[in-house]
T-cell receptor
Framework: GAVVSQHPSRVICKSGTSVKIECRSLDFQATTMFWYRQFPKQSLMLMATSNEGSKATYEQGVEKDKFLINHASLTLSTLTVTSAHPEDSSFYIC?????????????FGQGTRLTVV | AQTVTQSQPEMSVQEAETVTLSCTYDTSESDYYLFWYKQPPSRQMILVIRQEAYKQQNATENRFSVNFQKAAKSFSLKISDSQLGDAAMYFCAYRTSYKLIFGTGTRLQVFP
């Protein structure tokens, strides 16, 4: 299957700072990537759809200015949590897939555990 | 809007026994995909099985099979010959316009 790599796996940052999470497709090109957020013992909630070369599409209730998404190449999407606060602490997961598998399978990164202190 | 419901927050099964996890969904679309994903303690999402809505035949992957009832909008997962490694969170998911909508999850415990 396709490989999606997410980095870092864990990050701790101070309140008010920004942190960037990277999502890379290692063996395929991804025009679309997805960013999810997962609170402890809860489900994955789609935050936004990242589109290569254009603006991301955010789900209702997700602050665009808080969660900046950049999809500058066909193999890399980044999520930047700006001016982080303790309530932004969560598990963030990205997913992507080759175009011909878009409907049939999604491949997930390993996830990033963000802790804001 | 599409929704996915998993009514069993937790389930348990004895090793080598069979367990069924429930999932219902709501949609007005006729063509879609349904998935079961497993999330072990590592939190890496792993695809267990998928079902295309236009296919009447239930999908099967080794010890994992589904009971897909399109009219009832039901999509349950049956795990046969349960193994200790099956212990994990299981999420039912609905795919539309390339987006995945997840259910709330079922935590499966497997006892030796």
């Amino acid at each position: 299957g396709a490989v999606v790599s997410q980095h870092p796996s864990r990050v701790i940052c101070k309140s008010g700072t920004s942190v960037k999470i990277e999502c890379r497709s290692l063996d395929f090109q991804a025009t679309t990537m997805f960013w999810y957020r997962q609170f402890p013992k809860q489900s994955l909630m789609l935050m936004a759809t990242s589109n290569e070369g254009s603006k991301a599409t955010y789900e209702q209730g997700v602050e665009k200015d808080k969660f900046l998404i950049n999809h500058a190449s066909l193999t890399l999407s980044t999520l930047t949590v700006t001016s982080a606060h303790p309530e932004d602490s969560s598990f963030y997961i990205c997913s992507a897939g080759p175009s011909h598998t878009m409907n049939t399978e999604a491949f997930f990164g390993q996830g990033t555990r963000l802790t804001v202190v | 809007a599409q929704t996915v419901t998993q009514s069993q927050p937790e389930m348990s099964v004895q090793e080598a026994e069979t367990v069924t996890l429930s999932c219902t969904y709501d949609t007005s679309e006729s063509d879609y995909y349904l998935f079961w994903y497993k999330q072990p303690p590592s939190r890496q999402m792993i695809l267990v099985i998928r079902q295309e809505a236009y296919k009447q035949q239930n999908a099967t992957e080794n010890r994992f099979s589904v009971n897909f009832q399109k009219a009832a909008k039901s999509f349950s997962l049956k795990i046969s010959d349960s193994q200790l490694g099956d212990a994990a969170m299981y999420f039912c998911a609905y795919r539309t316009s390339y987006k995945l909508i997840f259910g709330t999850g079922t935590r499966l415990q497997v006892f030796p």
